[in-house]
């Protein structure tokens, strides 16, 4: 039985990034200092075939150290105390009779079971996995390809990359040889092993078929190497390797209609892998650089709007109180063109190589401002372990506020009651947006009840006679550029007609 553990729309295709972990029973899971903490070299992914012409050695290289792992967990039924509070009222017992009751009077646990996948990367016994294959395992029972059996120990997980370490106790433990991910290219044979569907030591080979895939929902912090070597079910943890054998990916995802192979999965890339596991063994967590800013992509619109060339670059849409970027100098509106000498293709590139920054360590960051070109240095900050949420649909008062000027769009006011409920500072200023017409210029660009408009077209509105004044400038032909403030921080958007 395989479990999808997420399902997501792309584009105009009704599919599902899945999860690859497949469970028995009830389903449950499913950068960062580079701390060297294990032994091994990473050496560059080439694309040589074997002299043979076939994988045979490449294989029994790698598939003793590919490693088949189970789950159980208790899982404890719903009893009395589990029932909403009326259900004590007498009239309940007669609705539904005594028999319904006695489901509920006494709890029972009962066990759950899942398999995955692993790779033993150090003679020591440290295996990397998902993180959704072992989340929430009360035992974690490791099986080698030769029988051997052992119980794993967790070290640490990483959510934010779907990744895991566990530990296990043994002697002459087989290791696979690090590859650089960085070094792969698109068109290069991989090799996909694991335990597809519990089908153990399961080896199939394809192409890189991309690389750097990001937005898939998968994780927090996305680099996939795209493949289409079958990846199926159970084969979450497993190993990724190139025709050298060496570790270069760790698969973690398809995408598909069926929850079946469909040609298309991801593997988080090895040198990723590396900074998470080294930092996990080292504190038991995941030390990531931060800036303290909020992002978003650059479209074409914006990119017209900024004085850019082209769309390219991180627009920061806010910027914490206190963070490293505040004390850097970085200002909302700021579009980050580049970061320590390389240039940010998107947002998503920026999170990546931000994480992976040295605490402590001072930065370059190029920003595009008021169409001029500014080079800031940014001592680069630890990430917080708890940040904030993409904010939730608020619920406020609806009030009428006569505007024509985006049409569709109603506002009013932002006071100090309904800054309090859309979770915004003590003197946050703008107007808050009561109703958007589905219909509507403003609806199609993603603006939604509640957001708040700190600024049209670069000018401040800190009232509804502001944004009177300035929309009036307005016709239906014009494309303003908005400043909205939601729970999660700020971004820009252009409206367009």
């Known amino acids: 039985m395989s479990i999808n553990r997420h399902s997501f729309k792309l584009g105009a295709l009704?599919?599902?990034?899945?999860?690859?972990?497949?469970?028995?029973?009830?389903?449950?899971?499913?950068?960062?200092?580079?701390?060297?903490?294990?032994?091994?070299?990473?050496?560059?992914?080439?694309?040589?075939?074997?002299?043979?012409?076939?994988?045979?050695?490449?294989?029994?290289?790698?598939?003793?150290?590919?490693?088949?792992?189970?789950?159980?967990?208790?899982?404890?039924?719903?009893?009395?105390?589990?029932l909403p509070e009326r259900f004590n009222d007498p009239f309940f017992r007669?609705?539904?009779?005594?028999?319904?009751?006695?489901?509920?009077?006494?709890?029972?646990?009962?066990?759950?079971?899942?398999?995955?996948?692993?790779?033993?990367?150090?003679?020591?016994?440290?295996?990397?996995?998902?993180?959704?294959?072992?989340?929430?395992?009360?035992?974690?029972k490791v099986t080698l390809s030769d029988k051997r059996e052992f119980i794993g120990t967790v070290i640490g997980t990483d959510p934010k990359t779907d990744l895991a370490v566990i530990k296990i106790e043994g002697k002459d433990l087989p290791t696979v040889e690090w590859g650089d991910s960085d070094l792969l290219d698109v068109g290069e044979f991989v090799l996909a092993i694991g335990s597809p569907f519990g089908l153990t030591q399961t080896v199939?080979?394809?192409?890189?078929?991309?690389?750097?895939?990001?937005?898939?929902?998968?994780?927090?912090?996305?680099?996939?190497?795209?493949?289409?070597?079958?990846?199926?079910?159970?084969?979450?943890?497993?190993?990724?390797?190139d025709v050298n054998g060496r570790l270069v990916g760790i698969n973690t995802a398809i995408f598909s209609r069926s929850g079946g192979y469909m040609g298309i999965g991801f593997a988080v890339p090895s040198n990723m892998v590396r900074r998470v596991m080294d930092s996990l063994i080292k504190s038991g967590k995941v030390?990531?650089?931060?800036l303290g800013v909020s992002i978003q992509g650059v479209t074409a619109e914006l990119a017209k709007n900024f004085g850019l060339s082209k769309a390219q670059g991180a627009l920061v849409g806010d910027v914490f109180p206190g963070s490293p970027a505040a004390k850097g100098g970085i200002k909302s509106g700021d579009v980050i063109v580049s970061y320590a000498g390389k240039d940010v293709e998107d947002q998503t590139a920026l999170r990546n190589i931000v994480a992976r920054t040295d605490v402590g360590e001072n930065v370059k960051v190029k920003v595009i401002r008021d169409k001029k070109s500014k080079t800031l240095t940014i001592k680069i900050g630890e990430q917080p372990k708890d940040l904030a949420k993409v904010g939730q649909e608020p619920d406020i008062s609806q009030s009428?506020?006569?505007?024509?000027?985006?049409?569709?769009?109603?506002?009013?006011?932002?006071?100090?009651?309904?800054?309090?409920?859309?979770?915004?500072?003590?003197?946050?200023?703008?107007?808050?947006?009561?109703?958007?017409?589905?219909?509507?210029?403003?609806?199609s660009a993603g603006i939604r009840t509640g957001d708040v408009i700190t600024e049209i077209n670069r000018e401040e509105v800190k009232n509804l006679a502001d944004f009177n004044r300035i929309t009036a400038k307005l016709t239906k032909d014009d494309n303003p550029l908005l400043l909205v403030r939601r729970r999660s921080g700020k971004f820009f958007v252009v409206v367009t007609s």
Do not use: C
């Open 14 to 82: 009704s599919s599902m990034v899945v999860i690859t972990a497949v469970v028995l029973g009830l389903a449950f899971s499913a950068s960062m200092n580079w701390i060297p903490a294990v032994n091994g070299t990473a050496h560059a992914a080439t694309n040589v075939l074997p002299a043979s012409g076939n994988f045979t050695e490449v294989v029994k290289a790698v598939r003793p150290a590919v490693v088949n792992i189970s789950t159980t967990r208790v899982v404890k039924s719903a009893g009395m105390e589990d």
């Open 400 to 443: 009428e506020a006569d505007n024509t000027a985006l049409a569709g769009l109603e506002v009013r006011d932002l006071d100090a009651n309904v800054a309090e409920r859309l979770g915004l500072p003590a003197g946050s200023t703008g107007v808050v947006v009561t109703a958007v017409e589905p219909d509507s210029s403003a609806s």
């Open 287 to 290: 030390v990531r650089g931060w």
């Open 94 to 140: 007669r609705f539904f009779g005594d028999e319904f009751f006695r489901r509920f009077e006494a709890p029972r646990n009962r066990p759950s079971s899942g398999l995955g996948s692993g790779v033993i990367v150090d003679a020591s016994g440290y295996v990397v996995t998902n993180n959704h294959v072992i989340e929430n395992a009360d035992e974690i």
């Open 204 to 241: 199939t080979m394809g192409i890189v078929s991309a690389v750097g895939r990001s937005n898939m929902g998968i994780a927090d912090y996305e680099n996939f190497i795209q493949t289409d070597a079958a990846i199926n079910p159970g084969n979450s943890g497993g190993a990724m390797v």
